[in-house]
């Protein structure tokens, strides 16, 4: 048997919009990402990681024009882009206090950023040495920590139990 469907416009009184479309893609992330296969999470990260990355370079080149030094430079814009990249992570992709409790929780992410940083200091100053422009140092320097900053905070900060394999929904 067939069946046909014609929407209501808006004129006839449809009352959900595009905003409605961001709202639910958000929740479908919020309340599912933290279960999604490691690959499906790292997707969702690297939007995460983009924004993290795009505030870093840019505090990056700020402190650079007002004639900081490259040791407190590098670590500092670091060390602030991992603020808003926590507050996106239990935003969108990993649940909060999942094993540990509030501060455990930061103690371990600190010590992620710490380990992170290290590198990304080395990285960034070595292609500085190297006539590098700032720009092209620190974006070279954030993309070669994405992957190492991902599994830091999937397995140790915000570690979930294992739930067997991932399945769609019945209803």
């Known amino acids: 048997m067939g069946v046909s469907y014609a929407g209501r416009t808006y004129a006839e009184g449809k009352k959900i919009g595009v905003r409605d479309g961001f709202r639910a893609l958000y929740c479908i992330l919020r309340y599912n990402a933290y279960k999604a296969p490691a690959l499906l999470q790292f997707l969702v990260y690297l ?4 924004v993290s990355a795009v505030a870093n370079i840019c505090l990056f080149l700020v402190l650079q024009n007002a004639d900081v030094t490259d040791t407190v430079s590098i670590p500092t814009a670091f060390f602030l882009a991992a603020i808003p990249n926590y507050l996106l992570c239990i935003a969108l992709l990993f649940r ?6 509030p501060l455990s929780e930061v ?7 710490i380990l992170v940083a290290i590198p990304d200091f080395y990285v ?5 040495h190297l006539n590098t422009t700032p720009f092209w140092a620190k974006s070279l ?7 190492f900053n991902f599994l830091g905070r999937r397995y140790v900060v915000f570690p979930e139990p294992p739930s067997g394999p991932w399945k769609r929904s019945s209803s």
Do not use: E, M, P
């Open 47 to 50: 939007l995460i990681g983009g």
């Open 141 to 147: 320097a954030c993309a070669s920590g994405l992957v």
């Open 96 to 101: 909060h206090k999942a094993r540990w409790n």
């Open 124 to 128: 960034t100053q070595s292609l500085l």
């Open 107 to 113: 103690l371990f992410y600190l010590g992620i950023v």
